[in-house]
């Protein structure tokens, strides 16, 4: 390209320019906490790669010494100095113009900074505390994607991995925390100078600063890595759990993978301000207090959980990700999709007991429903700007990348797959990878045509439903795009099928590469599937002497596959039957209840249908199945609200129905030596009864509040069963009845575990009074919220919808404020639903006004996507001939 000689010509461009290749920084940093800014400087190694009078690199929301700026080649010894210096705030790039073309070969730029310590929760920010009840700030960085320009000037790119060298000016009495262990300390008065050990080679966004007081505990691996877990000082003993799930993780990685754990220690910290859950920065990973921390007494087991998969995924990331790094961001589900699915290897292998690959179902299901939008993305979205990226932190890449790769793993076989991972991180240790580096070396060590059957995954946007009926002792199979929306798109994919028939030892599978295929039962399944089989047997079981008859027929076995199924009436019935047998397995029952789900919603099958398959699960005990239950039930109670308000009490007294057996052989109290999903489960029938209005769990979580109230300790209301408590006292809050609201929100200011806060925030709006709905979101925007956490609150009832519609409206400048770095990730789609009424928001209108400019494309459609379907959902319900009949008769009884 032939240079204009001006600064201007960059802007605009997607990425940087590659005139100079950055080798190693030296980054000098230091924070004032009490004037939350800071100041700096950096000396970056180059390599000068082709004759240019530019130098172009990120920085933003930084202030340049323009007179700093200079050049020193390796072997010249005249410093270079720049003769103009532009910063282009919408580009988030920095230009320096030299008067001459810049030697090739290595050498050295410098630049001094300074910079202010944002609250915004993003690069180099400040997270405030209480110590000894005196408010205090830390300094916290949150680099990914792409904020390390916000701290100091650097080619901010994944693919521009070089070696850092961090030094750091602080006071004294603090805990000053980076990637690498310290190499020297200097006490100068008040103030002190850590030096860091120079770290391995990594991407921008993986460098880590804080800076705050802190208590650890420690540990070590089996090899003697040094692992510690920072907090604020007092809670260190809520740091163990996560500490020794972190110990023994990067052990089993280490195996798995079979490369070690890269750095000499492992440094996790818990940050009261923090906007995603956790970050994995190489060698000093932060979290949020709720995914770090863990109180035996006042944590639920879900908390438990939690904790141990969000460490887990974030150690996972040390390898894929951090050690071999995506070379551009349109490859960014090669980081979490991998971390996610990995997470739950490593939780499988620590606590087996907790059914963690059944409970993955939960992840399927969030990208199952995001990626049945119209306007949904393909794995691989092509991002062109810095600003893009954001748009891809979503179910796709996180949820659909990880059940994608289980269902490769389980197309391949888990002993090729982990072999072949552990061939990929070794050929691709310490450099950068795009999909298709995975997918080569996956085929060389399976011999499958890996690129082409997973290239119909990750560059199309969607998944198939896959239909199947009998004809003629012939089993015809036909793929079409599923669409939330009741309409088919035209893509087309290489779906691995999977079926049993009659039995698990019946177990078959096939690609099926085109619409459509047909295949006899005989020759394909050796069995027959004819009528009466099931109800004659009872059983699950093949039906005649020689065993050539099954009773039913089960696509997706164990839903390793990401697509629906839709049965015909005949083999519906039969599943149905099936599940009441208690013969298919735990993934199985909640994969027909799942895929039901989303064809009524699709309006591609009856409501009435899809209840009638529902009251099959009256005996239901697994804790997935029935927390999928739970979650379908509160969706279509919302959705009939609206469609059918008349027979509303109807529905709700159904889904009691439904849960009153669980609920009833788990009981309220904890039994000695119960496993931990029952716990889980306890927790959320009794939440799900409150909700629907079931009056004896109503009285008896009032009673166990109450006595909670008199001791915190108390063995009545231990914290599974909290939120059910918090749910069932807000039930019978109103205006002229505010006991039980004031009561929640003092224990919410007495405790300092975030946890229960959360918890407490989650309940408050499931308040059907919609004056104390409007309390509680006004309370969601006061400094007694952490903008992190105001989300929970949106968690609102049926009856507070259009409250909480108005509200954002009127508070949408503060909400901007407020919320805006939150609401880049938020998987809105999801949250939607607990806001507003189908028929009378017009979120385009809303847009079309700039009111939330922070909002994404993708993230604007979904949401505008889902307004559509679930509008046409409701006008079919009323348009169910069922309506009035089956429905008021035994269908609901």
Known sequence: MEQTHKCEQFKGQPRLPKFLLPKRYDIKLKPDLIACKFSGTVHISVDVVADTKFIVLNAAELAIHSNSVRFLAQYGSKVLEALEVQLFGDDEIMVAEFADNLPIGVGVLSIAFEGTLNDKMKGFYKSTYEHNGEKKNMAVTQFEPVDARRCFPCWDEPSCKATFKITLEVPSELVALSNMPIAEQKVEGK????????????STYLVAVVIGLFDYVEDHTSDGIKVRVFCQVGKAKQGKFALNVAVKTLDLYKEYFAVPYSLPKLDMIAIPDFAAGAMENYGLVTYRETALLYDDKHSAAANKQRVATVVAHELAHQWFGNLVTMEWWTHLWLNEGFA????????????????IWTQFLDESTQGLRLDGLAESHPIEVEINHAAEVDEIFDAISYKKGASIIRMLQSYLGPECFQRALASYIKRYACSNAKTEDLWAVLEEESGEPVNKLMNSWTKQRGYPVVSVKVKDQNLEFEQLQFLLSGSHGDGQWIVPITLCCGSYDAHQNFLLQSKSETLNMKEFLGCSISKGSLLETGMGEKSDKNGSECSWIKLNVDQTGFYRVKYDEYLAGRLRYAIESKCLSATDRFGILDDSYALSMACQQSLATLLTLMGAYREELDYTVLSNLISVSSKVARIAADAVPELLDNIKQFFISLFQYPAEKLGWDPKQGENHLDAMLRGELLTALAEFGHDATQNEASRRFHAF?????????????RKAAYVAVMQNVSTSNRWGYESILRVYRETDLSQEKTRILSSLASCPDPDIVLEVLNFLLSSEVRSQDAVFGLAVSWEGRETVWKWLKRKRISL???WREWFKRVHVDVRRNKLSSWHNISVKTWKKKGTWCCFTCITWKSWNDCEQYEGSWVLSLRREIFVGHVWSGNLLL
């Open 191 to 202: 103030l002190k100078t850590v030096y860091y050990q120079e770290s391995p080679i990594m």
């Open 816 to 818: 901007i404020t407020t």
């Open 709 to 721: 109230l008199d001791d915190r300790n108390t063995h009545l209301l231990p914290p599974d069963l």
């Open 340 to 355: 996610t699915w990995v997470s739950y290897l490593a939780t499988d292998s620590l606590f087996p007991e907790w059914k």
